[in-house]
C-alpha cells in the first residue's frame, strides 16, 4: 500500500530534515509513525500525501508517486492534518458539504450524519468554525478525512485537543476504519494511542527510524523479565525485584504473606527512550 525507501528531504539546502528513511505499509493495517516534536513525522506525511515534492529517494502508494499523479490519487486517500485546514467562515455541515463536491456522488458520506458518530455539538452545526474550540476543529477535521471513503487514511496526531474522551471516540473510529479495511498511517507522539491502536509502529527521531516493529514485540525485546514483589515479614512491609524465573517454585526469600506482584513490563514510552535516547514529548 505504502512503500517508501531511502526517502530523503531538506527544507534548507545542507539541512536534511529526512535522512533516509525506509518503511511499507501493508494493507489494511494502522501503522504508527511515533517520535518526539520535530523529527518529521509531519514532514513525512506531506510528503506522502502530495503536499511537498522534491524529495530524494522513493516513495509509491497504490504503485504511485504521490506527487504525480494528484488527482486520481486524492479521492483514495483521506487526510487529517497537523492544523486543521477548514474555512473558518464556514460551518462545519458547509465545510464538509464543500469538500465532498470535490468527489464522485457514489463514494460521498452524509456529512451530518459523520458529525453525530464524532459526538459534535449539534447546536453548532450551522454556526462558523471560528466559533469552535479545538476539539470541535479536529472533529470537523476528523469528517473531512472520513467524507469520501477513502482507501488510505493519514491521520496526523488526531488525538490532540481532546479531552479524554474524545480520544477514546476517536481510538473508536480509527478500529471501525480497519474492521472496514481502510489502512491507516497513524502520525502522533501519543505512545497510548500507538499501543492500542497499531499493529506495527516506526520510532523515528531527528529524521531517521530507529526501530520498526509490532508494539508487543518491541516491548518484549526490552523487557527485564523482573517481577516487583511486595511481602510481609516480621510486620514489616517489604518490597524486592526478582527474576521472573526465579518465582517459579518458591518465593526466594523469607515471608509471612505476599501482599502483591507485578511484572514490570516496559511501555512503549520506555521502549523509544531505550532506543532513541529521547523521550517523545519534547
Ligand atoms: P514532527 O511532525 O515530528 O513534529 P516536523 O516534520 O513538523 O516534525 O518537522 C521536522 C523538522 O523540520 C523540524 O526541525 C522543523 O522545525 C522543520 N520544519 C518543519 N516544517 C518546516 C518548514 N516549513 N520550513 C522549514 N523547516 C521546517
Ligand atoms: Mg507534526
Do not use: W
Not at 506527487?67 to 486543521?84: K, N, T, Y
Not at 516506526?202 to 514485540?217: M, R, S, V, Y
Request: aromatic share 10%.
Amino acid at each position: 500500500m505504502i512503500d517508501v525507501k531511502n526517502l530523503r528531504f531538506s527544507y534548507k539546502k545542507g539541512r536534511e530534515t529526512l535522512h533516509g528513511l525506509t518503511f511499507a505499509v501493508d494493507d489494511g493495517e494502522i501503522f504508527g509513525f511515533l517520535g518526539p516534536n520535530g523529527s518529521g513525522k509531519s514532514t513525512t506525511q506531506k510528503i506522502l500525501t502530495g503536499i511537498l515534492g522534491g524529495y530524494c529517494g522513493e516513495a509509491l502508494l497504490f504503485g504511485q508517486k504521490p506527487d504525480a499523479h494528484p488527482m486520481d490519487f486524492r479521492s483514495q486517500i483521506g487526510v487529517l492534518f497537523e492544523f486543521p485546514y477548514l474555512y473558518t467562515n464556514l460551518s462545519a455541515l458547509d465545510n464538509l458539504n464543500y469538500f465532498a463536491s470535490f468527489y464522485p456522488a457514489g463514494r460521498r458520506r452524509n456529512a451530518a450524519e459523520l458529525l453525530e458518530m464524532l459526538e459534535f455539538k449539534k447546536d453548532f452545526l450551522r454556526k462558523p468554525v471560528s466559533s469552535y474550540s479545538k476539539g470541535m476543529r479536529q472533529r470537523v477535521s476528523m469528517a473531512r478525512a472520513l467524507i469520501h471513503n477513502p482507501r488510505l487514511l493519514f491521520l496526523d496526531e488526531p488525538t490532540s485537543g481532546l479531552d479524554p474522551s474524545g480520544a477514546v471516540l476517536f481510538r473508536k473510529i480509527i478500529e471501525e476504519e480497519r474492521r472496514k479495511g481502510t489502512t491507516v498511517f497513524l502520525t502522533t507522539h501519543n505512545m497510548l494511542d500507538a499501543d492500542l491502536l497499531c499493529d506495527r509502529v516506526a520510532f523515528i527521531a531527528d529524521g531517521e527510524i530507529n526501530a520498526l516493529d509490532t508494539p508487543q514485540k518491541l516491548k518484549e525485546q526490552k523487557n527485564s523479565n523482573m517481577a516487583e514483589v511486595t511481602y510481609l515479614y516480621e510486620n514489616k512491609r517489604c518490597t524486592v525485584s526478582v527474576e521472573l524465573s526465579r518465582l517459579s517454585r518458591v518465593f526466594p526469600f523469607p515471608h509471612d504473606k505476599i501482599i502483591s506482584i507485578h511484572t514490570k513490563e516496559p511501555t512503549l514510552e520506555d521502549i523509544f527512550i531505550q532506543y532513541t535516547g529521547k523521550g517523545l514529548i519534547s
